[in-house]
């Protein structure tokens, strides 16, 4: 141990560094950048602020004391450095939705990349213990831990924030997850990343439900993504229709962006191909049939669509098919309205015939309202006949 300690004085910040950039090339990392330990002071306002002013929305884990996601070394209290790595997941663009799926964003059409890149960072830390003869203390996660990860990226370097509050890099664009290490060794620190949007404002104007409130501030009550991954509830009614064909989060602030448009090219890893998972488009009666939790985690596992749940991945779909006016999944819709267990599905489904329209939809609608047990639903029920006379 002591030995060790001895080694880890003598060691040059800019020695490992390099060592840990060119493991990280080889493991497939896209970008590296190192900051110090220390608070991400900006980000933290900026996260008060964002709470305070209520759109933190209901995800739990975003209304934790600032100072938990903004200061490293409450991670770790021998914390001398955070690397930031950065991995593209782009996996191309959509094709046409001919077909009537249920719209996916891109960096969930793969296998779940907590697992593949946390399994890529741990080699990285081993390797780099082997090659630097030193045993590092570190934690290695990528959007599983309260840091805030944006923040620490641009402090290391790896971009600057668009409008859209995604972090841009010139090089490669947006579509890249952000993973950390972080570590009691002394590194050399990178400058902050810079880069402006310039006079573009294209993802605020074309955000369908308007959640881009300021420059770099997504408010989370109004975002697409939020609505289908992270919220447990109701899509609220009036944000349906801008909901569109989006099944599992939203990618639309992004594919605006001139960065992405020039700059974004094919992810290296084949976990995030759209092969390896879910893929580009679900198909939205073959998800609506799914009944129990264990038919959804064996259709789902390994990939990031379990995150909703059954219940909210129905959710979604219910309401792409009535953006979509998908006459086909009608008696898949009026099988969730008479069967599904959940009152979130059956009232979304309701919505769903409500949208469609026509004869049957009408008679399923009224049949069901008599036997609805839950107040909730048959609100829904109520109003998609109201929307029908
Ligand atoms: C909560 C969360 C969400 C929420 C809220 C998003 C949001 N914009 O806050 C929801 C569910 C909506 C969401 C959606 C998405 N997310 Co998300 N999400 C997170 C999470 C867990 C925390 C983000 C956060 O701290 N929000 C609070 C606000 C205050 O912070 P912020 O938006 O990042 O804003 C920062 C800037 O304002 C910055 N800042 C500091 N100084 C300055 C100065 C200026 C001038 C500006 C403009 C900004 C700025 O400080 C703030 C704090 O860091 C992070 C992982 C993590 N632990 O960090 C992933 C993360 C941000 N998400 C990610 C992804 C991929 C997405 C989606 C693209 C997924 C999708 N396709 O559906 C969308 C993008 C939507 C969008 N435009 O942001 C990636 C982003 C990678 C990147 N290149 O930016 C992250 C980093 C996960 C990861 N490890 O890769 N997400
Ligand atoms: S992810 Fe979609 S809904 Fe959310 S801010 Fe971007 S464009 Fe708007
Ligand atoms: S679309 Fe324009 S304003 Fe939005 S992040 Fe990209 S460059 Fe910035």
């Not at 938990?68 to 770790?76: A, F, N, T």
């Not at 209290?77 to 799926?101: F, I, M, Q, T, W």
Request: glycine share 10%.
């Amino acid at each position: 141990m002591e030995i060790w300690e001895e080694q880890k004085r003598t060691l040059g910040p800019d020695d490992a560094k390099l060592i840990l950039k060119e493991k990280a090339r080889a493991k497939g990392f896209d970008l590296l950048g190192v900051t110090s330990a220390e608070p991400l002071a900006e980000g933290g306002e900026r996260l008060k602020e964002w709470q305070e002013a209520g759109m933190a929305a209901d995800m739990g884990y975003m209304h934790r004391p600032v100072e938990l996601l903004s200061e490293p070394k409450r991670l770790q209290k021998s914390a001398r450095s955070v690397v930031s790595l950065g991995v593209s997941y782009y996996p191309g663009n959509h094709p046409e939705n001919d077909g009537g799926g249920g719209r996916v964003a891109r960096y969930a059409w793969g296998k779940d990349y907590h697992v593949a890149i946390k399994e890529r960072l741990r080699s990285l830390r081993t390797e780099l213990e082997e090659a630097l003869g030193v045993r590092i203390k570190a934690r290695a996660f990528t959007d599983a831990v309260p840091l805030l990860e944006r923040s620490a990226a641009q402090h290391a370097g790896l971009g600057f924030f668009g409008r859209n509050s995604c972090l841009i890099n010139g090089n490669i664009g947006s579509y890249f997850f952000i993973a950390d290490l972080i570590l009691d060794l002394e590194l050399e620190p990178d400058v902050h990343g810079t880069g402006t949007c310039g006079k573009c404002a294209r993802c605020m104007v074309s955000c369908p439900t308007g959640a881009i409130k300021a420059p770099g501030v997504v408010d989370a009550r109004l975002c697409i993504s939020y609505l289908t991954i992270e919220n447990r509830g109701e899509i609220p009614r009036e944000l349906r229709r801008a909901v569109g064909d989006w099944a599992f989060g939203c990618d639309v602030c992004q594919e605006v962006c001139p960065y992405n448009k020039r700059k974004a090219t094919v992810s290296r890893w084949p976990e995030f191909s759209a092969n390896a998972g879910a893929g580009q488009y679900l198909k939205i009666e073959e998800v609506l049939s799914i009944r129990t939790e264990e038919e959804f985690e064996k259709r789902f596992e390994g990939t990031p669509l379990t995150r909703p749940g059954r219940a909210g991945l129905l959710r979604n779909c219910c309401v792409a098919a009535g953006n979509l006016g998908l006459v086909e999944a009608i008696p898949a819709l009026v099988d969730c309205l008479r069967e599904d267990e959940s009152p979130l599905v059956r009232g979304h489904a309701a919505w769903a015939l409500g949208e469609i329209g026509g004869a049957e939809a009408r008679t399923v609608l009224r049949e069901a309202l008599e036997k609805e047990p839950d107040a909730g639903s048959s609100t829904e029920i109520e109003l998609a006949l109201e929307g029908l006379l």
